[in-house]
């Protein structure tokens, strides 16, 4: 049976769904002509005032926002309510310059968790649960929106944050948790932790895991439903928009559910932000309509992905996104398979090892070589051989489940990794296409 | 007693293992004994020092990465056999050896070998109830 946290909402006409972007998108537009100097500039500079946003039809004669302005506005040039009625703030942990800092009032809060309440029913939760939240607490938007979630639902909310993996194991089985919460590549790591003390999916009681943060491939899906027991649910967000929750998927695993009432998606071509029709591939824009601290107004969120506007069998009418590829920057395409340097940090960092690592790809043959140099870190080395290409051999299986490709995976000193300006080379791409 | 040996991490890149033996030269460190565990594409170099602690330090600052670990000392009998019996009383005592290598020099014709056992303490006692003692760190610094 399928569950619903708001009904009304996640299953309403198009005409109502429409009706609701087009009042909020309206009002919002407004109000941050007056409130926010920063896009108030911006819609000038383009010759829009908000008169001429009448409904969602107009949406496209809006300025885009991209990081380069959350960049420049940093970090207080783009609020749109005053700091004494903002309650809360979350960040990303990119380096300086990269960093977004988002606020967020109560109101926004209480939207973003019923978008993740959503993401929560839609996988099968309900106040009979227990949902373990295995994501980082703190800056990081994960662990937040998915306790809130877990709360609106009614489950009982087990808030775990990450690390400490014998623990967490030990959490589930002991509080029968029934719904994960975490990154896919936490998981995959708990999974294996969980072989290493010869525990099956029969020994504990999850039927469900949320994950979300970073992309994750299908095969990647699989190995993680195999060792855990469990359906495994993608949940999309970023901390620009309020966090994991802007699109989640439903039992039909087909596609990823936008919270439409609150998020208007476009896809655009990324180099010439022409709107592009559904189905076709491009980069997702996303307009908040109703978040008021942060209001983010066609912002460009680097992800590669597609519309699917067809009737979903799980009753919702929301239209749905593919699974992200990823930031259009920063992808290489090795043997046509898309690779992201993200993907492999995450790896790296849940197998314990340092963020330091160099992709080599070349061209050998007409096959592409992918090979990872890794360095080695005293937390890592032990005296016995037959332990370190151990771990070698997890980590590139590990990297194997999240990339889809298995690359060749080579331990170096520490600090020997080139750095350019004080900042790591991380991929050499030899190829001469 | 068991001593102290030092493990290095030795990425697979020609002239690695000389920069770990100038580094220790150049600080005036002397190696008792030394053997290179190797694979396709990393290798551990295991090294026994007067002072391993002064030895662990400069290799870390050199940005080695070095790690102890302990290890049993024995003198192998001079006379045939003198092995193949001290290897008897391991497998007697149920000793399980991860690896072990010989001593550099010594003298007349003696001979010493470093043993890495599963579990340094229970093998100590096993072998010295067979009156097998590993030599102490003095007796080593003595060779
Ligand atoms: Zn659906």
């Known amino acids: ?433 | 007693m068991s001593i102290k040996q030092i493990s290095v991490f030795l990425e697979n890149k020609p002239g690695k293992l000389f920069e770990l033996t100038r580094l220790l030269a150049d600080n005036g460190i002397d190696m008792r004994a030394l053997s290179i565990a190797e694979t396709t594409d990393f290798g551990i170099a295991r090294l026994i020092v007067g002072d391993a602690y002064g030895a662990a330090r400069v290799l870390r600052e050199g940005q080695f990465i070095a790690q102890y670990s302990d290890v049993l000392a024995f003198a192998v009998p001079d006379e045939p056999g003198g092995l193949h019996r001290l290897l008897g009383a391991f497998n007697d005592a149920q000793v399980n050896i991860e690896y072990m290598y010989a001593v550099l020099g010594g003298e007349k014709g003696r001979a010493y070998m470093i043993f890495r056992v599963t579990d340094t303490e229970a093998a100590e006692r096993a072998l010295t109830e067979r009156g097998l003692t590993p030599l102490a760190p003095e007796e080593m610094e003595a060779i």
Not at chain 1, 355 to 382: C, G, H, K
Request: glycine share 8%; with cysteine; hydrophobic share 35%.
């Open chain 1, 1 to 433: 049976m399928e569950h619903y946290y708001q009904p009304e909402i996640e299953c309403a006409s198009r005409e109502e769904i429409t009706r609701w972007q087009s009042e909020r998108l309206v009002k919002q537009v407004r109000r941050v002509y007056e409130n926010v100097p920063y896009y108030r500039q911006k819609m000038e500079e383009k010759g829009v005032t908000p008169d001429d946003i009448r409904g969602v039809e107009d949406l496209k004669k809006l300025p885009f926002l991209s990081k380069a302005d959350l960049r420049d506005a940093y970090p207080y040039g783009l609020m749109g309510k005053p700091m004494k009625e903002c309650v809360r703030i979350h960040s990303t942990s990119g380096t300086t310059g990269k960093r977004v800092v988002a606020f967020y009032t109560q109101h926004d809060i209480d939207l973003w968790e019923d978008c993740c309440a959503r993401a929560l029913m839609a996988a099968g939760a309900t106040d009979e649960d227990v949902v373990q939240v295995s994501y980082g607490y703190g800056l990081f938007t994960g662990g937040a929106g998915l306790d809130g979630g877990s709360h609106k639902v009614g489950c009982l909310t087990v808030p775990m944050s990450s690390g400490n993996t014998d623990r967490q194991i030990m959490f589930i089985r002991d509080l029968n948790a029934t719904v994960l919460c975490c990154t896919p590549s936490y998981a995959a790591y708990l999974g294996e932790r969980m072989k290493e003390l010869g525990l099956g999916p029969e020994d504990i009681p999850l039927k469900a895991g949320i994950f979300g943060a970073e992309a994750w491939s299908e095969e990647m899906r699989r190995d993680i439903e195999k060792t855990l027991g469990i359906k495994a649910y993608d949940i999309y967000g970023l901390t620009e928009l309020s966090g994991p929750g802007v699109s989640f998927e439903c039992s039909e695993q087909r596609g990823m559910h936008i919270n439409e009432d609150h998020f208007i998606p476009e896809i655009i071509d990324p180099d010439t932000g022409e709107v592009l029709p559904d189905g076709t591939m491009g980069e997702l824009v996303i307009t908040a309509v109703d978040k008021e601290a942060f209001p983010m107004i066609r912002y460009r969120t680097k992800d590669i992905c597609s519309l699917n506007r067809e009737k979903c069998s799980c009753g919702r009418t929301h239209v749905r996104m593919t699974k992200p590829r990823g930031r259009s920057d920063d992808m290489l395409i090795i043997r046509g398979v898309n690779v992201f340097p993200s993907q492999i940090e995450t790896v790296l960092l849940n197998h314990g090892y340092a963020a330091n690592y160099q992709i080599l790809v070349d061209r050998v043959n007409n096959t592409d070589t992918f090979e990872i140099l890794v360095e080695m870190t005293p937390e890592m080395f032990t005296d016995s051989i037959g332990q370190i290409q151990q771990l070698q051999k997890t980590l590139s299986a590990g990297l194997q489940s999240m990339l889809g490709i298995r690359p060749k995976v080579t331990l170096v000193a520490p600090k020997t990794i080139a750095r350019s300006e004080g900042k790591a080379v991380r991929v050499v791409d030899k190829r001469k296409i």
